[in-house]
């Protein structure tokens, strides 16, 4: 099971808000707090507010910004990671307990605002929503098939035995 390393609530430090922005290549739409950090005690997910900045909806709670973990998925969905987790029928019942669990959470968006509980919409926005959880049978699906761990793969930052 997966473990956030750190939990931060509330507003982000000026280093926390530079890091969002340099990762996102912009400013947020939305007020945000971190929600999980990296080994290294960098921002990895965010967590959304359920309205963006104009007041508009903004289904996706969590957003993930580790570089590592971003790319690490960006190849799954690339070998058709999307399909192949719809496709699991044993992550069936996974899934859509993941999407009443953030309904609950944020506004009654389903993950990713996926209109349809039985469909994937973006394996990032899974992940980062059970690293924020504190892990989930999704989210150890996602890392199994990404090839990565979690937390020992983060933030571009190669760790060495011995590093917390």
């Known amino acids: 099971m997966m ?17 969002v922005v340099a990762r996102l290549g912009r400013e947020p739409f939305t007020d945000y707090s971190i929600s999980v950090r990296c080994a290294h005690g960098r921002p990895a997910v965010l967590r959304n507010a359920p309205r963006d900045l104009r007041g508009r909806p903004f289904p996706t709670r969590e957003w993930l910004i ?27 019942p996974h899934l859509a307990a993941a999407h009443r669990r953030h309904a609950e959470l944020h506004d009654g968006y389903r993950v990713a605002g996926s209109g349809d509980p039985r469909y994937v919409k973006c394996l990032h926005a899974h992940l980062a929503f059970a690293l924020a959880e504190g892990g989930s049978p999704v989210g150890d699906w996602i890392l199994e098939h990404a090839g990565i761990t979690w937390p020992g793969d983060c933030c571009g930052v190669t760790r060495r035995d011995g590093d917390g």
Request: proline content about 2%.
């Open 66 to 92: 580790d570089r590592t973990l971003d790319d690490a998925v960006s190849r799954l969905e690339a070998r058709g990671g999307v399909r192949m987790l719809e496709d699991d029928e044993a992550m069936r």
């Open 3 to 19: 473990v956030a390393v750190a939990s931060s609530a509330g507003s982000p430090t000026s280093s926390d808000r530079e890091t």
